[in-house]
């Protein structure tokens, strides 16, 4: 019985992934257009997870790009976006908001001075109303961390 206990904690615990996303379906969020959102789900693509795999390579975004009629440029914003809601916690407001604070990718997030990127994230979230609630040092810490664990980086 301890022997079972012991596995499944361990399961639970040790063989688990280390920073697995919440993934959204496309259909309850708002970071695409409702056509396009309705061209992706009718292809099987039906969450952010599903979308991220198809954007992570520069040679998925540039297919994506030419198969759905979306400029380069707003396709790599979205993937990046993505790449950000990789973070547990992280959903597609705060993920605008930490775009719209001048964090682009998982790397520039790694890499950020938490009580920098609070002042930076709580001065546009005043401007932009973003999020209903401000961040704070705990969450930003917390974002930070875990997107140190994130092992899928676009390209």
Not at 24 to 53: G, M, P, Q
Not at 54 to 78: C, I
Not at 132 to 138: F, M, N, R
Request: proline share 3%.
């Amino acid at each position: 019985m301890k022997l079972k206990i012991a596995l499944c904690l361990l399961f639970l615990f040790g063989a688990a992934p280390v920073a697995q996303a919440s993934h959204y379906d496309l259909l309850d969020i708002d970071i695409i257009s409702s056509d396009l959102t309705d061209k992706l789900v009718a292809a099987k693509i039906e969450n952010t997870e599903d979308l991220f795999s198809m954007l992570v390579t520069k040679a998925g975004r540039e297919d994506f790009s030419k198969k759905y009629n979306m400029p380069v440029a707003e396709v790599e914003k979205l993937g990046r976006k993505l790449e950000l809601m990789q973070i547990v916690g992280v959903g597609p407001k705060a993920a605008a908001l930490l775009q719209l604070s001048g964090i682009t990718s998982l790397k520039m997030l790694t890499e950020s001075k938490p009580e920098e990127l609070l002042e930076v994230l709580l001065r546009v979230n005043r401007e932009f109303a973003i999020t209903g609630v401000q961040p704070d040092l705990t969450v930003v810490r917390d974002w930070i961390e875990k997107s140190k664990k994130v092992v899928n980086h676009m390209e």
